[in-house]
T-cell receptor, first 115, second 111 residues
């Protein structure tokens, strides 16, 4: 079974530029998460989708961050405009959904550096 | 989301030693998970716990779901150099809900 795929692996941009990340979850997984991991910290949830609907986006900085999962499979996360403090690893994870005993599996992440 | 308290922050041990780390929360979680993250990689699931008091093993790793549902423990027996990495605990209210992570325990193992 293929894991969670993310691209790109690395991205360097200047502040005020825009950037987009892509995630392809494990086949059949209804729940998709985007997490932000700042160096030295644990991952922090940005947004959670159940199929193509948003379940939780309470911690997403909506003035600059947006995410979509139009067909309930792939997802994109966008930052526009980027700030220096957005430098972090952006992790995508997926799970089967809100049934019993489902674990979340992570992709390798996209490391973003804003200069 | 709630940040969990994970300790110790880092450990530096010799190969063959046993390791213990724990995670506490002020809130109840119904699922506890332990992940390992190596440099440049995403977190990899090690053990998932679903019942208070549950003790689960995965090779040399053993994890327990605290009876109060506010804590969890991870033990690694007979550590080896490839155990090096950052270990994260994560609490989940229920399956399919967001994971709340600790800050991680960094483990270094010397041969």
């Amino acid at each position: 079974e293929a894991g969670v795929a993310q691209s790109p692996r690395y991205k360097i941009i200047e502040k005020r530029q825009s950037v987009a990340f892509w995630c392809n979850p494990i086949s059949g997984h209804a729940t998709l998460y985007w997490y932000q991991q700042i160096l030295g910290q644990g991952p922090k949830l940005l947004i959670q989708f159940q199929n193509n609907g948003v379940v939780d986006d309470s911690q997403l900085p909506k003035d600059r961050f947006s995410a979509e999962r139009l067909k309930g499979v792939d997802s994109t996360l966008k930052i526009q405009p980027a700030k220096l403090e957005d430098s972090a690893v952006y992790l995508c994870a997926s799970s089967r959904g809100q049934s019993s005993n489902t674990e979340a599996f992570f992709g390798q992440g996209t490391r973003l550096t804003v200069v | 989301g709630q940040q969990l308290n994970q300790s110790p922050q880092s450990m530096f041990i010799q190969e063959g030693e046993d390791v213990s780390m724990n995670c506490t929360s002020s809130s109840i979680f119904n699922t506890w998970l332990w992940y390992k993250q190596e440099p440049g990689e995403g977190p990899v699931l090690l053990i998932a716990l679903y019942k208070a008091g549950e003790l689960t093993s995965n090779g040399r790793l053993t994890a327990q779901f605290g009876i109060t549902r506010k804590d969890s423990f991870l033990n690694i027996s007979a550590s080896i150099p490839s155990d090096v990495g950052i270990y994260f605990c994560a609490g989940q209210l229920n399956s399919g809900y967001a994971l709340n992570f600790g800050k991680g325990t960094s483990l270094l193992v010397t041969p």
